[in-house]
């Protein structure tokens, strides 16, 4: 096993260990819970009185859309039995289950990274070509932010479920 | 394990959590920020809940865990979520600095007191 290695440094024992699996998906609860926070922050800043902008720019419904696809993506992916993307070789799992697995995790992606884009879009066309200052430019920031956190909590929680495979016998035996 | 002095000093840590809490939404007849004291008791909720829901005796079935992992990414949300709160009705200047601050530290007291206390009592039902 060690003699197949490729890098000088091998690969530290706590990678696979139950823990820190258990850690990553607290880490992704609490980062999806940064994005989803974010985004109301953004709202209900732009209610307050704070929000002093003079032609009066609110977050209006074009805001969320970017937040409902990377959201949307995120349950799409994350929903999928990782299982089953190299399940073609085996012959107990019916025809053509990795390729819907993969067409599905397409769209998932595909709905994640156009939540991301279309943050900044919503930045670039609403609020940085019409010249907002910075107090409200976080309206626009923010939603990029929020979008990221988004991206980020289901990478890692992709990485963590992907963890599972090499420790479930210890845990059951 | 857990003697009377553990649990006396839980619960007086349990008091000045609530303590500060109150005191942050009393103080400024702002009463905004009790909602931290529900995020707090509701996040334990989901990893309890799933914990009952998936079947750890079953060890054919690999999808068991993912009920358990849904309880946790749950779990995780609230935790940020009492913290997240506070700050965002400070950033929208519904609360002071001082009541954001007195709320996250009040809240972090009550949910540690929460999860000490879950686990003195699940060594116990251990053995």
Redesign the interface.
Known sequence: MSSHRLFRFPKPAWINSANTRTAGVYLAGALFSLGFYTMIDLSVWSKSRLNYTDPSIHVTFIDWIPSICSALGMLVINSIDKSRLSADSFSYSGNGVAWKARLVLFLGFALLAGGLAGSVTVLVLKYVTRDVMFPALWMGVGNVVANAMVMLSSAVLWVAQNMEDEYTYNLAL | MAGLKTIISLSFVLAIGFLLVILSAALFKNYLTLLVVATYVVAPLPNWICGRAANPDD?ME??G?GVI?FG??????????GI??P???Y????ITAAAMTMSVVGGLLIYGTIITFTLFFQEEQEF
């Open positions: 060890f690999s999808s865990s992992d946790r990414f749950l779990t995780g949300f609230f935790v940020v979520m997240a709160l700050a965002l009705l950033h929208s200047g519904d």
